[in-house]
């Protein structure tokens, strides 16, 4: 006799599960604030899209590492396709007026998506790491676990960089064996390279085009979000201790992958 329940969409997707994680702390005399339920879903979302988006980038270096360029932009360009709906997101939350947040506010006390690890994995991924960044997770937790893993692995460029050494070009050793924690800084020679390749590989050229998008499409998250904040807290401190929107507006248009955007007036 099969004593297993049938699988079912609940049993499979722990419906019931996922919707008992949505717990408001506003108390008002008819309940909960209505809007923090937004306020929880969307961010909960955005965890669920920063955890399958850390999953695709794990998956683009690997098929860099294979040599499979074709298949590495496929898994890019959807990496682009979530940023875009994650960026899309953002309007919903715009719908809510700054009254409206600040209905529940102060029952944030000090959480803020400044906390948010995964957020801080896909930095380090895209080569924007810190030690600070860790520090904030107490040892033995998921997240600190997480982040010193990745703080550790090559990021995306410096896949990419060994991906074209092994196509033939001339990548300087020190740009190969360079420190995987350090940033991303601009090296005239990886530009000389690249501007090659502009002109006569198409192929890798496309592949160059998809990271141009994905560091457009991070920059424009971080303006969507400034602008979010902008329109809802005005010039107010954050939750999570920082100037707020001044500290935000600092982290807009700084280039993930410098060398690709400024061989931009060499071609
Ligand atoms: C009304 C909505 C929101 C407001 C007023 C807001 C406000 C802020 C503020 C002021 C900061 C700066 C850090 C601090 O001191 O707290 C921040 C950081 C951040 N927020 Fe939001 N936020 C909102 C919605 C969201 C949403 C929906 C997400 C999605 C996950 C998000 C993710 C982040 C992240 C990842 C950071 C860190 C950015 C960085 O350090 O570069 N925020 N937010």
Redesign the pocket.
């Known amino acids: 006799m099969n004593t297993q329940a049938a699988l079912t969409y609940a049993s499979y997707l722990k419906v019931d599960e996922l919707l008992a994680l949505q717990e408001p702390r506003s108390t008002g005399p008819a309940g909960p604030e209505h809007d923090e339920m937004l306020?929880i879903v969307?961010?909960q979302v955005?965890?669920l899209w920063f955890k399958e988006v850390l999953h695709e980038f794990d998956r683009v270096r690997r098929l860099l590492e294979d040599d499979e360029p074709h298949r590495a932009q496929h898994t890019l360009k959807r990496i682009l396709t979530i940023l875009k709906v994650m960026v899309a997101q953002?309007d919903i939350?715009e719908t809510?007026t700054p009254l409206e947040?600040l209905s529940f506010r102060q029952r944030l006390d000090a959480a803020?998506?400044?906390q948010?690890d995964q957020?801080r994995q896909i930095e380090f991924v895209l080569g924007v790491k810190s030690t600070a960044a860790i520090q904030r997770f107490a040892e033995g937790t998921r997240a600190r676990a997480d982040l010193e893993r990745r703080y550790r692995e090559p990021t995306l460029w410096d896949a990419f960089l060994r991906y074209l050494s092994r196509e033939g070009y001339a990548v300087p050793a020190p740009q190969l064996e360079r420190d995987v924690v350090a940033p991303v800084e601009r090296s005239p020679e990886i530009e000389q390279i690249l501007v090659t390749l502009y002109r006569r590989d198409t192929k890798n050229a496309e592949l160059c085009e998809r990271l141009v998008d994905l560091d457009e499409g991070i920059q424009e998250w971080?303006y969507r979000?400034v602008k979010?904040?902008e329109r809802?807290?005005g010039a107010k401190?954050?939750?999570?201790?920082?100037s707020?929107?001044e500290?935000?507006r600092e982290?807009v248009g700084r280039p993930l992958f410098p060398d690709l955007w400024e061989i931009r007036s060499q071609l």
């Open positions: 306020f969307i961010h955005y965890e953002l939350l809510m947040f803020s998506g400044f948010s957020f971080r979000h979010m904040v809802t807290i401190r954050g939750t999570g201790g920082s707020g929107a500290y935000l982290t």
